[in-house]
């Protein structure tokens, strides 16, 4: 969203913005590992340690912090950096043995986090404000639930719902190039409404989530229908690596929505837990944050980040590892689950590094300045 800014008079400049985004890969590399730990893969024993802490590491820890940094950006308010400053303190307490004073300060980060979506929704009223405003709700209350004792698998639906909704309000802000009509938008409004009450309602009755996922479903058929990157996906250059990385990003949001359908919820330690699990926060999510990442760095640390070619290759990489998960899920084969999260984390790890090769191998700094500050989706 393109919001007026003077980031460097009532925020943080750039550079001082760089320690906040740290904090946020820390937690990114350590819950990698934890996860390569889950599968039987060697690791050092910090990310070993920390397995159980894979899920909040990844959900408080990396995208809380990106996502809040991201809109303390676009307020260019102080107090909105408290958010990201949290959520990645809330890291470094949870890395050293103090996870639940950690899961505090995560609760503290999503605070921030709906504070300031609150102030973005009271400045511009719309669907795609409010719907940031219930991503960051369902992140506050996942993490107080967690804070509180719950189990992690009890509140992954609320994290869920967290970068779903957070997602998918961005790209309903960029539909304005593609209104929706009033019977698309009552649409999207009432799946809202079924993906709210099947969270509240799903520690209740069993077709709570059995509704939250349908609605989960029918979302994604929405965006996949509505978003304007089913016509740039015809273009050329970073507009098409971006349609592409979006409408892959739907796919793997239905085909996790579909697993818990048939599953009827989430079931931990079930396969089917494992695939719908990966399936929406890491094929969904990553794509959206594999598209995204040369429009966020540059409105987020003014640097250039000049598309490349070779940018499809982790996306791909992505894709198949997932396939490779996924298949050891539906028959029950350890190897191939095992095979399949090294190559999930070997894909961010070529999505790392060849966004860092396109950085010093492009174009010099952005401006230090400048009239506005765009912030678009994680």
């Not at 820390?26 to 819950?31: I, K, P, Y």
């Not at 209740?204 to 304007?228: E, N």
């Not at 598309?307 to 350890?334: E, I, N």
């Amino acid at each position: 969203m393109a919001t007026p800014a003077s980031a460097t008079a009532t925020g943080l400049r750039p550079a001082q913005r760089v320690p906040l985004l740290m904090l946020g890969f820390v937690a990114l590399f350590t819950g990698v590992l934890a996860g390569l730990a889950r599968l039987a893969w060697p690791v050092p024993d910090l990310a070993a340690q920390a397995a159980a802490l894979h899920g909040p590491l990844m959900v408080c820890g990396f995208f809380g912090v990106v996502i809040s940094l991201e809109r303390a950006v676009a307020l260019a308010r102080l107090w909105a950096y408290l958010g990201p400053l949290a959520a990645g303190s809330g890291t470094v307490l949870a890395l050293l043995g103090w996870a639940p004073w950690g899961a505090w300060l995560y609760l503290g980060g999503a605070l921030v986090l709906l504070a300031a979506s609150l102030h973005v929704w009271w400045r511009q009223r719309a669907m795609f404000t409010f719907t940031l405003v219930l991503g960051a709700l369902a992140w506050v209350l996942g993490a107080a639930l967690w804070a509180s004792g719950w189990a992690v698998h009890q509140v992954v639906p609320w994290w869920m719902a967290f970068l779903v909704l957070t997602i998918a309000g961005e790209r309903l802000e960029l539909s304005r190039f593609m209104p929706p009509s009033l019977g698309a938008t009552r649409v999207f409004a009432a799946l809202l409404a079924v993906i709210v009450l099947g969270l509240v309602l799903a520690p209740l009755l069993a077709l709570a989530q059995v509704a939250f996922a349908s609605a989960l479903l029918a979302l994604a058929a929405w965006l996949f229908k509505q978003d304007i990157a089913r016509r740039t996906v015809r273009a050329t250059g970073l507009t098409r690596f971006v349609a592409v990385c979006l409408l892959s990003g739907y796919f793997w949001l239905a085909v996790g929505a579909s697993v818990m359908l048939a599953a009827q919820g989430l079931h931990p330690g079930s396969a089917s837990y494992d695939a719908a699990l990966h399936a929406i926060m890491l094929g969904f999510v990553f794509a959206m944050v594999f598209g995204h990442a040369p429009i966020i760095f540059p409105a987020v640390l003014r640097v250039a980040v000049p598309y490349r070619a070779w940018f499809y290759g982790p996306l791909a990489l992505l894709h198949v590892s997932l396939l490779v998960r996924l298949s050891g899920d539906a028959s029950g084969s350890f190897a191939l689950k095992h095979w399949g999260g090294a190559l999930n984390a070997l894909a961010l790890l070529a999505f790392i590094l060849g966004t860092v090769t396109a950085v010093l191998r492009g174009t010099p700094a952005l401006p230090r300045a400048s009239k506005q500050e765009t912030r678009t989706t994680t």
